[in-house]
């Protein structure tokens, strides 16, 4: 009866020995760490085979991505050119734009048409532009019929006046958004959401409106692909599209 209890202990340190040889022979890789955010590197782990049939884990290496942003993922567009003061005919829908979405006043305001046959460097011929000539036209707004603001528009984005690069080839140009077009104005999977292409079906199916002096920029002859995005003011560089930069707000009568 007095050696019961040593062959019991005798027992558990076999078990034990057992335990420590066994783990460290199949010794494992840490836990992965993940990381959250865009291109950050994350250990992942996946089963394989080893010669001797024996099942080991080893770290493989992947990358993720964060959720789309809008503020910095570009997309393309068939982009077409637009103007201040362009008159409703079949070539744009029946669509004038001497005013705008935000401005019932915008020919008034910009200072006249910029007409784009007739150019002064980046200006249009014949007067002195109160506004910037750098502008483009994107196919969601924020208000409805009534003026109220919509249910789903974004509710911290500055829409007139905000910032946008367009890119074609190697030529970066900037514009401020300043009308709601091409067609549509309901557009927000395009705008700000997933969508790379926009809801519009009419004629060349541009998704990006731009302004004879971006057109310029953008050496652009005819309608053609661009990629563009939104930015903020602080990072748009110096350049002509700087020279004169629209601040006025919504105006309507």
């Known amino acids: 009866m007095k050696s019961f209890p040593l062959i019991i202990v005798l027992l558990a340190t076999a078990i034990v ?132 603001l919509k249910a789903d528009a974004p509710k911290s984005f500055t829409f007139k006046n905000h910032w946008v690069e367009v890119v074609r080839g190697d030529k970066t140009c900037y514009g401020q958004w300043e009308d709601v077009g091409p067609i549509h104005e309901d557009d927000k999977a395009y705008v700000f959401g997933a969508a790379q292409t926009p809801l519009n079906t009419f004629d060349a199916k541009a998704g990006l409106d731009v302004s004879p002096a971006l057109w310029q920029c953008l050496g652009l002859e005819d309608n053609g692909v661009t990629s563009w995005r939104f930015v903020d003011a602080n990072e748009v560089p110096q350049g002509p599209w700087k020279t004169i930069v629209t601040t006025r707000g919504i105006s309507w009568q």
């Open 17 to 148: 020995a057992a335990l420590i040889v066994t783990n460290w022979g199949n010794h494992d890789q840490p836990l992965p760490i993940q990381y959250a955010g865009t291109s950050t590197p994350s250990a992942l782990t996946e089963a394989t085979s080893s010669p001797s049939g024996v099942s080991e884990v080893r770290a493989t290496t992947t990358t993720t991505t964060s959720a789309p942003n809008s503020k910095i993922v570009s997309k393309k567009a068939i982009t077409t050119m637009f103007w201040v003061g362009e008159e409703a005919d079949q070539d744009n829908s029946y669509i004038s734009n001497s005013p705008s979405y935000w401005d019932d006043s915008w020919q008034e305001h910009f200072g006249g048409v910029d007409y784009p046959k007739c150019r002064s460097g980046y200006n249009p011929c014949g007067f002195t532009p109160k506004e910037n000539t750098f502008y483009v036209a994107l196919p969601y707004g924020e208000y409805d019929e009534e003026g109220n």
